[in-house]
């Protein structure tokens, strides 16, 4: 997991040089640019890539069976309508061959750039003054069986990182309160809300819990988030 993040990291942050314009203009604005820009890569990658005569001919090719298909269906002639469904059968497997070319060249730049997206666009930053909620799920292990009561630890931050702590930095690790849609519940809980005073840059957010302690990057005012969501552990 930790693997995953890290490679999630370096590959935003190198997609802030060429995208990070994106982050600046309004998110619903953003995200449409980015949809009709995907569009246009994939149209653009696929007339460069396919054999556009050669599709267009299998297209009416596929049109004009069809048509006598159904005719010999009529005609309740099976044969020929076997040896239709055949030959249907064959163009659309070249068909799908073909299509397969553009798909191997655009998958690896639509997997980056969703990776960006996630980590730039799927939420908004932390303004200096908001209260932000940093919340932590652990295994239901840390308050089931002997354990009657489990207590998790946000470190607090030091006055000039420029983070008030607006609760208790000691929490009561609890069931998850978002159970499974059949009401079963996986996870312990705990929340904390914090504000940011002033612009930070990069602080991390240390979290302790049954001799264990975590990092979690944290940002506010500016154009960028840190990851929001981070697996520790296993």
Known sequence: MEFL??????????LDYPLGWLAAIPRDIAVIIVAVGTSMILTIA???TTDQDRLRRAK???KRLKQLKREAKRAKDKPAAKRIGSTIGMINLMKMKAEGKPLLIYILPIALLAIWCFGRLDFYPAEVGDE???KAWYPLSSISGDRAISY???????????IE??????????????PTASGE????????TIRPTKKINAVELVIRHN???VTHPFKAGGRYYEPTIQIHGA
């Open 46 to 48: 696929r007339k460069w």
């Open 165 to 178: 702590m607006l609760s208790d930095p000691i929490q009561e690790v609890v069931e998850d309160p978002v």
């Open 5 to 14: 993040n890290e490679l999630s990291y370096w590959v935003t942050a190198v």
């Open 152 to 162: 998790t630890y946000l470190v607090p931050p030091s006055p000039e990182t420029g």
């Open 132 to 134: 932000v909620v940093v």
């Open 60 to 62: 009416l090719d596929l």
């Open 185 to 192: 519940v996986l996870n312990g809980y705990a929340q904390w």
């Open 211 to 213: 001799g264990e302690a």
